[in-house]
């Protein structure tokens, strides 16, 4: 059985945090997304429930895969950027 269900479960359950309590992703959100940090928190938890939401359900999983590679590539490239 595959284990995205659970995985999507659980970032969906992730991304529902972000909007209960937005000041424990503050920190982590900070280094990427120095300006406007609270803004970029519940963007990301929109986005991040959003994704969970779709690799629950058997007929958008693969999009919402392909959504997962491009989140992570967001992240990683405002991380970068953030650096400069």
Not at 70 to 78: D, E, M, Q, V
Request: no cysteine; charged share 15%.
């Amino acid at each position: 059985m595959s284990r995205l269900p659970v995985i999507g479960a659980a970032l969906a359950a992730t991304g529902l945090a972000h909007f209960a309590k937005p000041q424990l992703f503050e920190a982590i959100t900070a280094p990427a997304f120095p300006t406007n940090t609270r803004r970029h928190v519940y963007t990301n938890g929109t986005i991040e429930t959003a994704l969970g939401v779709g690799l629950v359900a058997p007929q958008t999983r693969k999009f919402a895969l392909a959504g997962v590679a491009g989140y992570l590539g967001y992240l990683i490239l405002s991380a970068v950027r953030s650096r400069r």
